[in-house]
């Protein structure tokens, strides 16, 4: 499989509402309900929404009235309501009152894509760092998964378990930054088409009123050169005045019902999601041949080489509520065999 195909077909796993979430997540549409000729439409029209949308760095990017964001050179955005709209052809419901946009690659060679969200629930106290089980951690996350898989069930969509650690979790606290990997993988389904474990590195910066989550999917063989990738987006976000941690006014604002410990084993596998790489999710799908490898890779190889459309310096992050979510996509068809186809950064100012 190329590495364009690979890098843009990033199956993403299905996000539930979470139990502390404020507002619920829309509910799916129903994948399976839908003909495979509506998918692939839709499909190509979410490509071709992304593709108009998409803005190249260097660019500031404003998220919410929360943060800011410094879009490198070599990177692209894709703002919230496309982002979503792309997820979900991709087989994703997205909780849009935190998804705030997708960092994308625009090399066309790497293997990455980065979810951006704002989770505005409160603020988050940290005192339960200093004595969490990282294995009780583990064992919440993979019950929170498992739960979750209730909803892909709904959508035909294949079922997720986490495997393991790829990076223990770790919290700075004078960075106010939590990090964690888990391993991620598709349930045996009798067909593996990429034995390479997709990993989730997820970096979360808490501010005063909720916090910024990124969450970095590539595969294992990968994390090690992909971390200065994580790296570098977040020291690319930062609390503007008034956000940040050390502003909480204890008197006045709202406090989270979670600490930093369900942050990690609940709200992670609820509210935000875990994502898995396209080649295992492709194997439910792959006699389906919903889109031509042709017609596939060249609109994805487009999307991220193209040179964008000039648009505003700092777009607002919207809330994508205008989406048409009567079709709904999943995937596009694995690339066909023919004789022919040959962390440690700077965090955000807390």
Not at 54 to 83: C, N, R
Not at 187 to 206: C, E, F
Not at 289 to 297: H, R, Y
Request: proline fraction near 6%; charge should be neutral.
């Amino acid at each position: 499989m190329s590495s364009i195909f690979r890098t843009l077909f990033l199956a993403l796993a299905l996000s539930a509402s979470s139990a502390f979430a404020q507002t619920p997540a829309p509910a799916p549409s129903p994948v399976a309900a839908t003909t495979p000729e509506a998918r692939e439409a839709e499909t190509r029209a979410a490509v071709k929404a992304a593709n108009e949308a998409l803005i190249e760095g260097p660019k500031v990017i404003d998220i919410h009235d929360q943060a800011k964001f410094s879009l490198p050179g070599g990177m692209g955005w894709i703002p919230s309501a496309t982002a979503a709209r792309l997820l979900r052809a991709l087989g994703n419901t997205i909780d849009e009152t935190s998804l705030a946009g997708l960092v994308v690659p625009t090399d066309g060679k790497s293997e990455w894509l980065d979810v951006i969200t704002y989770v505005n629930d409160g603020y988050v106290r940290d005192d339960d760092a200093r004595d969490w089980k990282a294995d009780d951690i583990l064992e919440s996350l993979r019950k929170g998964t498992e739960s979750a898989n209730a909803t892909r069930r709904e959508l035909g969509a294949p079922e997720l378990e986490v495997t393991g650690w790829a990076q223990l979790p770790q919290y700075d606290s004078s960075t106010h930054r939590l990090v964690w990997a888990a391993r991620v993988a598709q349930k045996q389904t009798g067909v593996r088409i990429d034995n390479d474990p997709s990993v989730n590195y997820r970096t979360t910066a808490l501010g005063r009123e909720g916090y910024l989550a990124t969450t970095l999917v590539t595969s294992e063989s990968l994390l090690a050169a992909d971390k200065p990738v994580a790296d570098k987006i977040l020291s690319g976000l930062s609390f503007v005045d008034g956000k940040r941690y050390a502003d909480f006014n204890e008197k006045t604002d709202r406090v989270a019902e979670y600490g930093l410990a369900a942050l990690v084993a609940g709200v992670a596998a609820k509210k935000l999601g875990l994502f898995a790489l396209i080649a295992a999710f492709l194997a439910k799908f792959a006699k389906v041949g919903l889109l031509a490898l042709l017609g596939a890779g060249a609109a994805f190889t487009k999307l991220f080489k193209r040179k964008p459309k000039p648009l505003p310096v700092t777009p607002q992050a919207t809330s994508g509520a205008d989406l048409d979510t009567s079709e709904t996509a999943i995937v596009a068809a694995p690339q066909p065999q023919t004789a022919s186809t040959p962390h440690d950064g700077n965090a955000p100012r807390a």
